[in-house]
């Protein structure tokens, strides 16, 4: 699919039966250009597109057997609530009205039956649209960044009762869903899998903790919050890669490297330990092979329950761990201290 000088490319994925797939990426990555592709709403120029088995690539929007519930809800003012949920039907007959209630019962919505859509919250006019996309029974649902207009603590709200409500619905219905958002912890609690677009192509897709544990480029790990370290391979010893970044060496884990090519070392922030000795104390790192590195901070902040400091160590390091940890250890910008992370956690990419 192309349009003026964007267009989608190296896309492809499977989404099982009943799963639900995290679609994430920057804004003006392709995510809402592709699910409009998959709705029908646009036509691809190569490849297909398959539905439960059946490819549905030149199938009439109509006829796919998807629901579709868009960023903006695009709900009819004229209409009321149930009205705005029976649309959704197409055939209107005798079993609609028993579907619409069972539809707005299964989302907590009977409340607003007969009322109109004007006054609703944002949260509520997004489940009509969910609602009024179910009510046909599709085989895959498309939710285009749902609660993106919510504020935070609204939409974790919201988003933990769409996941029940899915969970419930999938159960009913055998139902496979798309998730678009933006949002990295929105994604982690709606989807089992996470596809990473970037400029119109997939860049990885899998289970998330193996996307975690293995980015496969340095925009995924960019992306995902990840240190990015730039150096050179240097050695292999027991088993894994050494790479020098600024005068330290860093050891990790990589597939295709050669010694003496530059390399991007990657590494969680939430991997990383920090502590004021240069003992490793957690009992279940004595026997693994382990990064620790000597520094000072210099920068922290806490937001709730989590710590954000950066270490300078010869270059700049994030981690984040339990703001409780962080005043135990009573540290501050300036305190000398020890990053340490396992060698299993670092991932060495081409550079």
Not at 12 to 31: H, I, Q, R, T
Not at 131 to 147: G, N, S, V, Y
Request: glycine residues 10%; aromatic residues 6%; charged residues 20%.
């Amino acid at each position: 699919m192309r349009q003026g000088g964007f267009a989608l490319k190296k896309v492809s994925f499977d989404v099982a039966d009943g799963e639900c797939l995290a679609l994430v990426g920057p804004n003006g990555s392709g995510k809402t250009t592709l699910l409009e592709c998959i709705a029908g709403i646009r036509q691809i120029e190569s490849g297909t597109i398959d539905i439960s088995g059946i490819e549905a690539t030149h199938t009439a929007p109509e006829k796919r057997q998807v629901g579709y519930v868009p960023q903006d809800c695009l709900l009819f003012p004229h209409l009321s609530v149930d009205q705005n949920i029976a649309f959704g039907a197409r055939n209107l007959d005798a079993q609609t009205a028993p579907r619409v209630e069972e539809m707005m019962k299964w989302l907590g919505i009977t409340h607003l039956i007969n009322h109109g859509t004007k006054d609703l919250s944002g949260g509520e006019k997004q489940k009509v649209a969910l609602a009024r996309a179910l009510i046909t029974r599709p085989k895959i649902l498309l939710l285009d960044e749902p609660f993106s207009a919510v504020d935070r603590p609204s939409r974790t709200r919201l988003l933990g009762e769409l996941r029940k409500n899915l969970d419930e619905i999938t159960q009913t219905l055998n139902l496979t869903s798309i998730y678009v958002t933006h949002d990295l912890a929105d994604a982690q609690l709606m989807g089992g899998q996470v596809a990473i677009m970037n400029n119109g192509s997939v860049e990885q897709v899998g289970p998330w903790d193996q996307v975690i544990q293995t980015p496969s480029s340095p925009f995924v790990a960019d992306f995902m919050g990840f240190n990015i370290l730039h150096g050179k391979l240097t050695s292999k010893e027991d088993g894994f890669w050494v790479a020098s970044v600024n005068g330290q060496s860093i050891r990790g884990v990589g597939d295709n490297l050669t010694v003496g090519e530059g390399v991007i070392a990657v590494v969680r922030p939430q991997a990383i330990s920090l502590s004021l000795e240069r003992d490793i104390r957690k009992p279940n790192w004595r026997h693994c092979q382990c990064n620790v590195l000597e520094g000072s901070i210099i920068a922290m902040r806490q937001t709730g329950s989590v710590a954000q400091i950066s270490v300078d160590v010869g270059f700049p390091l994030n981690l984040e761990m339990s703001s409780d940890l962080a005043d135990e250890l009573n540290v501050a910008v300036g305190h000398d201290v020890f990053a340490q992370f396992r060698a299993s956690e670092v991932s060495l990419l081409c550079a």
